[in-house]
């Protein structure tokens, strides 16, 4: 199976256009990129979550897009429509696409991604009374994402007596790619190691660049069988494998300890290698997910590109700078940090473009194997995706 | 005392007498009718033997514990915190369930002497008069 063809909209904090007109465009977009028809497009799959612990309304066409409004409104009665409803959305999706191809279910897939901001506060929840999971959280005063992952990332910090400062070589490299991506929110705004630092701490040690930036956006990708992507305009980029995981232990909402994340994380690994056949050493371009900086550091160690309790040296004296010849450029597309907040979207789009030889002046030699991780090691899942058939 | 502004735990049938407990100042965790495992929060399937009859029942512990992460919250997302920020949070591993781990606030202040393996001991914010939530207090 592979990725045929591609569209992103501009990625910005409030769209001038409601997302479902956004997604319809970007939808059309990608189908044309990949030298089809819409008519021709017989199977839509993608994930709606609005990402916020606030209480913004998820209503189809306007905070959200489902793949069964996304075809209704481009005008298609699909074979296939299936919405994916864990976390790792974008490899998620492309399980569900991938296997729908596989079963002869759809011919053409469009995964998509559709990204919302909404007015106000982003996770502001006005909560008066906590009842279900978050009755055991919420009235301590535990809540929202960025609490669950400075806990884990203190976690970190403390076993293994590492540097804050360590982290502003991951998110400053982050904006140094975002920078130079035309379609970036961060377009031509770098940072420095110094300005993160300098900004206000969040939820300790999380401080405010940890953070990728809420965005409208919207892309969509074409999958067909290597067979049908013969006959199409762009070198296909293959599928080799995909992985998820979920916590195998109960734990509080939102509690995600250390041990958990690094377990679950390895066995997502070796799953990963086992299907795609390939290993961390073959991988060209590895892009780490990186919503919140510290899944960088939990990727790197998760999945065998250093050992565990090593990432925030390892990211030190070059390592990652996508400049230094040799180096692993893990965040080489800018990642969330360096695109705004579209989910796993900017690690894939870097894998297809630079697999394709599409990446323009940003174009890498030599990249055969790539891989693009989503979310948390423990609660995501991650794809291989290579130039060539494995 | 004046009621919290505080989001207010809502019981239901399998954390009732968790807070039921809590109300008393007393800290229990849910053990397995058929294993006796303990578990936070309870789930509707054991997740240690599996059984589909968990029927917990509320065990009180000691409410010592070891701090394994926290975090200063400067900012918080729910009503009722606008006048604690900046508090801390602790995410400990209760001693005599080694298996749990729960998150509370350290009523020591906003910049207390914390570490990796600091030892704390429970205690109670009461938010009104019948509900009162598990924190913790540095031990010395």
């Known amino acids: 199976m592979a990725i045929v063809g591609y569209a992103q909209s501009p990625i910005v904090r409030h769209a001038a256009q409601p997302l479902g007109a956004l997604a319809v465009q970007t939808a059309r977009a990608a189908i044309a990129d990949a030298g089809l028809t819409v008519a021709q497009v017989d199977g839509f799959v993608g994930s709606a979550l609005l990402p916020t612990a606030g209480a913004h309304a998820s209503e189809d066409g306007v905070s959200i897009v489902t793949p069964e409004w996304l075809a209704a409104h481009l005008g298609v009665e699909p074979r296939y429509a299936a919405g994916f409803s864990g976390m790792g959305q974008l490899p998620g999706?492309?399980?569900?696409?991938?296997?729908?191809?596989?079963?002869?279910?759809?011919?053409?897939?469009?995964?998509?991604?559709?990204l919302h901001n909404p007015r106000g506060s982003y996770h502001g929840n006005p909560m008066t009374h906590a009842a279900g999971a978050q009755q055991w959280t919420a009235p301590q005063g535990f809540f929202g994402p960025v609490a669950m992952i400075a806990l884990a990332y203190n976690e970190y910090l403390q076993r293994y007596a590492a540097a804050p400062?360590?982290?502003?070589?991951?998110?400053?490299?982050?904006?140094?790619?975002?920078a130079r991506i035309p379609w970036s929110y961060w377009h031509g705004k770098p940072l420095?190691?110094?300005?993160?630092?300098?900004?206000?701490?969040?939820?300790?040690?999380?401080?405010?660049?940890?953070?990728?930036?809420?965005?409208?956006?919207?892309?969509?990708?074409?999958?067909?069988?290597?067979?049908?992507?013969?006959?199409?305009?762009?070198?296909?980029?293959?599928?080799?494998?995909?992985?998820?995981?979920?916590?195998?232990?109960?734990?509080?909402?939102?509690?995600?300890?250390?041990?958990?994340?690094?377990?679950?994380?390895?066995s997502l690994a070796r799953r990963l290698w086992d299907v795609s056949g390939v290993g961390p050493d073959e991988v060209q371009l590895p892009q780490l997910y990186d919503g919140f900086s510290p899944f960088v550091y939990f990727w790197l160690e998760a999945?065998?590109?250093?050992?565990?309790?090593?990432?925030h040296e390892f990211v030190r004296d070059g390592r990652i700078d996508s400049d230094v010849r040799g180096s692993l450029p893990i965040l080489s597309g800018g990642g969330a940090l360096g695109n705004g907040r579209m989910h796993g979207v900017p690690q894939l789009l870097e894998c297809y473009l630079q697999l394709s030889g599409r990446a323009g002046e940003r174009q890498r030699e030599d990249v055969d194997v790539a891989l693009a991780c989503h979310s948390s090691p423990h609660l995501g899942g991650a794809v291989v995706l290579t130039s060539e058939v494995v | 005392?004046?009621?919290?502004?505080?989001?207010?735990?809502?019981?239901?049938?399998?954390?009732?007498?968790?807070?039921?407990?809590?109300?008393?100042?007393?800290?229990?965790?849910?053990?397995?009718?058929?294993?006796?495992?303990?578990?936070?929060?309870?789930?509707?399937?054991?997740?240690?033997?599996?059984?589909?009859?968990?029927?917990?029942?509320?065990?009180?512990?000691?409410?010592?514990?070891?701090?394994?992460?926290?975090?200063?919250?400067?900012?918080?997302?729910?009503?009722?915190?606008?006048?604690?920020?900046?508090?801390?949070?602790?995410?400990?591993?209760?001693?005599d369930a080694p298996q749990v781990r729960m998150i509370g606030r350290l009523l020591d202040g906003e910049d207390p002497a914390l570490h990796l393996d600091a030892q704390v001991g429970i205690a109670w914010e009461d938010l009104t008069a019948e509900v009162s939530v598990p924190a913790f207090r540095l031990m010395r």
């Open chain 1, 192 to 266: 420095t190691a110094e300005d993160y630092l300098a900004a206000p701490m969040i939820n300790d040690p999380i401080r405010r660049y940890d953070c990728d930036i809420p965005v409208d956006g919207v892309a969509a990708f074409v999958l067909t069988s290597a067979d049908r992507a013969r006959d199409l305009p762009h070198w296909p980029v293959h599928i080799a494998g995909i992985a998820r995981s979920q916590p195998m232990t109960r734990r509080l909402p939102l509690h995600w300890p250390l041990d958990d994340i690094m377990a679950v994380g390895a």
């Open chain 1, 93 to 114: 999706s492309l399980a569900l696409g991938v296997n729908a191809l596989a079963a002869g279910a759809a011919d053409y897939v469009l995964v998509h991604r559709a």
């Open chain 2, 1 to 95: 005392m004046s009621d919290s502004l505080r989001p207010v735990p809502v019981p239901d049938e399998r954390s009732a007498p968790f807070w039921r407990a809590a109300a008393e100042h007393t800290l229990t965790v849910a053990c397995c009718g058929a294993c006796g495992q303990p578990t936070l929060p309870p789930d509707v399937v054991c997740p240690h033997c599996g059984s589909t009859t968990p029927e917990f029942s509320y065990t009180p512990v000691s409410g010592r514990a070891t701090v394994k992460s926290w975090t200063v919250m400067r900012q918080s997302f729910l009503p009722g915190f606008e006048s604690d920020v900046p508090f801390v949070l602790v995410d400990v591993e209760l001693a």
């Open chain 1, 165 to 178: 400062e360590a982290m502003a070589t991951v998110v400053a490299e982050a904006r140094k790619n975002g």
């Open chain 1, 303 to 311: 999945s065998g590109f250093c050992g565990i309790g090593e990432a």
